[in-house]
Structure formats: C-alpha cells, structure tokens
C-alpha cells in the first residue's frame, strides 16, 4: 500500500494535478474489511492530503459514531484523487470531474480494491455509486439497498455527507442525515438479503 500510495502522489495522467495541491489517497487499515468510497477531494482534503477533514468528514465521523463505527476501522477513500475548483476570487468552488478524469482516477481505484480486498463496500454519493453499480444508478430509489458485485463483494450506496451539508432546509438535512446513519447501520451489520447489480448502465470498477 505505501508503494501504492508513493506512486499515486507523483500521477500526471489526468490535467487534475496541474492544479490540486497534491493527490488525496486512501487512508486506513491496509486490509480493512469495510470501505467506504466518496466522490472527489475538497478544498481542506487538498491542503492536508487526507479524505474527509473537512465540514463533510465532521458530518461523516457523527454519523459513523452514533451507527456504532470507527473511521479506524474502515479503509476510507475516493473514486477521484485531485480536487477539481473553478478559483472565485480568493475561493475554491469545487467543480466535479468530468467523465474522462473519472475514468482515469479509477484506475488508482481499482488498485486500492485489489490490495485492501474488502468483504464489504458502501459508496458515497452518486458519483461514487455510478463507479461501481452503473451510470443508470439511481441513488434516491437505491439507497440502503445491498447489491452484490463481480468477486462476491457484498456493496451499498448512501447519500455523501456534503449533500446532507446542502440540503435546502433543516427539515430535509435531518432527514437525509437519518437516511445516512441508517444506512451505515444497515452497512455494519452486514448484508441480510442482497440483490445482483444490474446489467443496466456503464461499470467501472
């Protein structure tokens, strides 16, 4: 994993690192059993090289505490590793990663996939969720829901802590933060009834 790691901080092979600070790699137990996959690195994960440290990894680690879960015990990463901005003055805003840069992303991806192993995957967000389930992924209608992917690899989807952050009022933020610890409930105990991944859409991973 730290040659791993050594190479993904030197990668060119997308225009993303002409701009970011540095590569956002996964961080955890290098053979965890759980990971959680999110979709791209923001402002504060540019700066500090870490995932999740901003306001949406405060979020995540409440949600991941009150579901009965460590970060410690999880291999946390994303399916992007540069931050994407559009500069705003003196501001970052972050900008998704088009089709192409995911692409290329992914194979960095796949390489944590294949050293980590994990007998369980929950993906963060849309972005995420269309990596490993389909581009015809629908997360609203799908959230909770475990899927079985190619290897036995038992995988969920729920909502990214940043969408909760954005939600238009309190009412819809309690909401879908309830649906995000439940779901990483349902994650921690493990698949109960699990459905083959559809054939509908693109895969990635």
């Known amino acids: 994993m730290k040659e791993l790691h050594d190479l993904a901080l030197r990668c060119h092979d997308c225009p993303l690192w002409k701009h970011a600070t540095q590569t956002v790699f996964g961080r955890g137990p290098s053979h965890a059993p759980m990971m959680l996959v999110g979709e791209q690195p923001g402002s504060q994960e ?28 999880v291999y946390l990463t994303n399916t992007v590793k540069h931050f994407k901005f559009e500069q705003r003055g003196k501001r970052r805003l972050h ?9 290329i992303c992914r194979e960095w991806l796949a390489a944590e996939l294949r050293e980590v192993r994990p007998q369980r995957i929950l993906t963060l967000g849309a972005m995420a969720a269309q990596a490993f389930f389909g581009t015809t992924f629908q ?50 105990a493990g698949p109960q009834h699990v459905h083959a991944v559809s054939a509908g859409g693109r895969r990635a991973v």
């Open 46 to 73: 540019d700066a500090s090289g870490e995932p999740f440290v901003g306001p949406a990894g405060v979020l995540l680690d409440r949600a991941l505490q009150e579901a009965g879960l460590e970060r410690g015990q």
């Open 95 to 103: 900008k998704r990663a088009n089709a192409a840069e995911q692409a």
């Open 139 to 188: 997360l609203t209608m799908s959230h909770g829901r475990w899927l079985k992917l190619a290897g036995g690899i038992d995988a969920m989807a729920t909502w990214h802590p940043s969408s909760v952050l954005r939600s238009i009022n309190r009412d819809t933020h309690d909401h879908r933060y309830q649906q995000l610890v439940d779901d990483l409930r349902a994650f921690v």
